[in-house]
């Protein structure tokens, strides 16, 4: 059994900022892709790995409503008894939504009526499979948006106008030519989600941060994810500056030491842009430039990969 592949994601906007119901904008990134599989020749290590965290999960799905989810509880013992594992390229603790593409695959192969891809999306579906994933993921996480498996299973680039009201939509065309790009930057550090989220939600007792959120942070989210989807670049990079520069002044713990100078190198250069990719403390950073070109040469030595061209 080979199952369809599943993709990671990439939140570009709203870290953090969609808890308080900010704007967000996740994209498909399908560099990295997992599938469900079994073998009749014995499992390596990775793999009898992966084979016990499925068992796992699949127990943990049993405590969920089934008024939320079904699922056929057979297939799922079939396939256990057939040793199934999650075979994944996605890094683990890189905030590029690993568990996310589990939880896609998991649904897609056992959950009984489920939402298809293949029908109309209205918002009301979106919105169940939203909750779906966000009571599936919490096994991972304590608490899930249920963003990231609902991005993976799509495969399309989704909206958050606020935490009840999603919507999958179009981005602007690539242009493989164009000077600008969306860029991840490896940190080298895996990460859990859980601490840095509580580090925010903690944060968010003092009221000062609390107000920098409500007065700044979110309005710069907001006017980001307009700016790009509308294509609208040149707004976007002087939005983008401000909200690289929030995060470097009240964001501090989630950004691993030995690259808080170069975060400040870009915002005093302006050749490039840093900011969090998902609840940062490690894993991927994401980066925006107006010249790819340019932002290489400063970043070189450091591993780099560009995700989007504009």
């Known amino acids: 059994m080979k199952g369809p ?3 990671a994601k990439i939140l570009l906007f709203g870290e953090y900022g969609i808890i308080k119901d900010s704007k967000g904008l996740s994209i498909p990134y399908n560099h990295f892709k997992g599938s469900l599989k079994t073998s009749n020749l014995g499992l390596d290590v990775l793999q009898k790995k992966s084979h016990v965290k499925v068992k796992e999960f699949t127990c943990f799905l049993k405590s969920i409503d089934s008024k939320v989810v079904c699922f056929d509880w057979d297939k799922v013992n079939n396939d256990l008894e057939k040793h199934i594992y999650f075979d994944s390229s996605i890094p ?3 905030g590029v939504g690993s ?3 589990l939880v896609a695959a998991v649904y897609d192969r056992y959950a009984k009526d489920k939402i298809t891809v293949l029908e109309n ?3 009301i ?3 169940k499979l939203k909750l779906i994933f966000s009571q599936m993921e ?3 996480h304590g608490k899930s948006s249920g963003l990231d498996p609902l991005n993976s299973y799509l495969s399309l680039p989704i909206l958050i106008n606020s935490i009840d009201n999603i919507e999958s939509t179009g981005i602007p065309s690539q242009n493989m030519d164009g000077n600008g790009a969306v860029f991840l930057l490896d940190s080298g550090l895996a990460r859990k989600t859980a601490p840095m989220v509580s580090l925010f939600m903690e944060n968010m007792k003092n009221e000062s941060f609390n107000k920098m959120m409500k007065n700044q942070f979110i309005s710069t ?3 980001c994810v307009e700016d790009f989807l509308g294509g609208n670049y040149k707004n976007l990079f002087l939005n983008l500056k401000e909200l690289s520069n929030l995060v470097f002044h009240n964001f501090k713990p989630m950004i691993p030491d030995h690259y808080k100078d170069l975060w400040l190198r870009g915002l005093n250069t302006n050749s490039y842009y840093l900011k969090l990719c998902g609840s940062g403390g490690g894993g991927y950073i994401l980066g925006f430039t107006q010249d790819w070109i340019r932002a290489k040469k400063e970043l070189s030595g450091y591993d780099i990969q560009s995700v ?3």
Do not use: V
Request: proline residues 0%.
């Open 121 to 123: 999306l209205t918002k």
């Open 99 to 101: 568990s996310g593409a």
């Open 5 to 7: 592949l599943f993709y």
């Open 221 to 223: 989210t907001d006017m």
């Open 125 to 127: 579906k979106l919105q």
């Open 92 to 94: 683990q603790g890189y």
């Open 308 to 310: 989007y061209h504009f």
């Open 138 to 140: 919490s096994f991972f």
